[in-house]
């Protein structure tokens, strides 16, 4: 079960598949708009209602835009969130009751934690990010920077608490439905606390260490790769590749811009200072490019394209992060919100990024600057490739599989 945008749900697939070749029976539980990303892979689908796209083109999620960074914008996401989950919450009951166990993503989690206490079903904890607190870093979710060791901690108990409020609204009516006696999201969290329940985190250890001062049960298993059966790129994008130097690719995931035509303008002329070649991917952000040497792309399997880039320019969400990494080729990352610091400050310190460049600093002089930088310096594409052979060797869906498993599940 997961919510949010295409890489709050690209990993689960691949989880999915996984766990589906080694004899399970999986339903991938999430919006309706994703549900091609499972064809072909034996994982079933649940439809839920809300279309994360759309929302974040309507004038509230437009807002978002002028929220700034931080506890402001994670405010602005909470109040709207709070509307949209009962909007999903029938469709969540609904497949659990045809389930077995429970894998749950980090944006579903109190709402799915309480449906498996209704229900009487085991459940997993399978978030993307590293959300318990700790003292080595601030909470990803904030996009901070570290706050020390105490106010690290103290800020990562303050997202768990924003997260809660969440699901504070529709959870006294689930409850009430399943028959489970009143009671509020912080004592319930407790009790799932004291429990110390396994944690399973699908992200490498190389890229984010296990934080010492967690506590047992929370693993870092390694990253799930999205389940893709394509191989091949389409013609009119292998001719342009083949017609010269690797490019640089361009693409902002599911974030959404104000201005697409100013933003797509920057990029084509910070790749054009640095005598580079361009695929821009259009994305929820609508950028494009015209021009024999740009070509702006719908969605192209990133396994089969990042490793044919000279550079990778992304808004560091956790999927394309993770991508890139894959494929073993530097970054220059563009954070726009929530966790997408975190990230791009990740790559910057494992020596695969010259440098993060948040989206309201971009301009044509530091997208160049920073293109320069990670093409001309061969220091980069050497540590990203070795980075890259490393995680391509782990295997995440392994630690998953033996959690299920200790379950019991069939």
């Not at 439809?47 to 974040?56: H, N, S």
């Not at 509307?83 to 919450?89: A, P």
């Not at 106010?151 to 609204?169: K, T």
């Amino acid at each position: 079960m997961t919510a949010g945008s295409r890489g709050d749900v690209a990993p689960y697939t691949g989880l999915g598949h996984g766990l589906s070749r080694a004899g399970h029976e999986v339903t991938l539980v999430t919006h309706a708009r994703f549900e091609p990303l499972v064809a072909g892979s034996k994982v079933h689908f649940h439809a839920l209602p809300v279309d994360p796209r759309a929302e974040l083109e309507s004038s509230r999620g437009r807002g978002l835009h002028r929220s700034g960074t931080g506890v402001g914008k994670l405010v602005r996401v909470v109040a709207m969130a709070r509307t949209l989950v009962g909007r999903m919450t029938d469709d969540l009951v609904a497949a659990a009751r045809s389930s077995d166990v429970l894998l749950l993503s980090g944006s579903v989690g109190p709402l799915g934690h309480t449906i498996a206490e209704g229900l009487s079903l085991p459940y997993l904890d399978v978030p993307l990010q590293p959300l318990a607190p700790t003292r080595e870093f601030g909470p990803p979710m904030l996009g901070v920077r570290s706050l020390g060791a105490v106010g690290n901690r103290i800020a990562g108990h303050g997202v768990g608490l924003a997260v809660e409020q969440v699901f504070a609204g529709a959870l006294p009516a689930v409850r009430e439905r399943l028959g489970l006696p009143r009671a509020s999201a912080a004592v319930a969290r407790r009790a799932r606390e004291r429990q110390e329940r396994p944690v399973l985190h699908g992200f490498s250890p190389l890229v984010v260490p296990r934080p010492r001062d967690w506590r047992p049960g929370l693993t870092v298993t390694g990253y799930w790769w999205p389940y893709d059966t394509v191989s091949q790129l389409p013609p009119l994008l292998r001719d342009f590749l083949d017609a010269g130097p690797p490019p640089v690719y361009v693409g902002l995931g599911s974030a959404t811009v104000p201005d697409p035509e100013r933003l797509s303008g920057a990029i084509v002329r910070a790749l054009r200072r640095a005598g580079l070649r361009g695929v821009i991917q259009r994305g929820w952000a609508g950028l494009g490019a015209v021009g024999d040497d740009m070509l702006s792309v719908d969605e192209v399997p990133h396994s089969a394209l990042f490793p044919r880039m000279a550079v990778v320019v992304h808004h560091a969400g956790a999927g394309t992060t993770a991508a890139g990494l894959r494929a073993g080729v530097p970054a220059v990352p563009v954070p726009i919100q929530f966790d997408e610091g975190f990230w791009a400050a990740r790559l910057v310190a494992l020596g695969v990024a010259p440098r993060a460049l948040p989206l309201r600093r971009l301009t044509a002089d530091t997208l160049a600057a920073a293109l320069l930088r990670a093409t001309r310096d061969p220091a980069f594409g050497r540590r990203a490739a070795r980075l890259g052979a490393r995680i391509r060797d782990e295997d995440g869906v392994a630690p998953v599989l033996a959690a299920v498993n200790g379950l019991g599940a069939v």
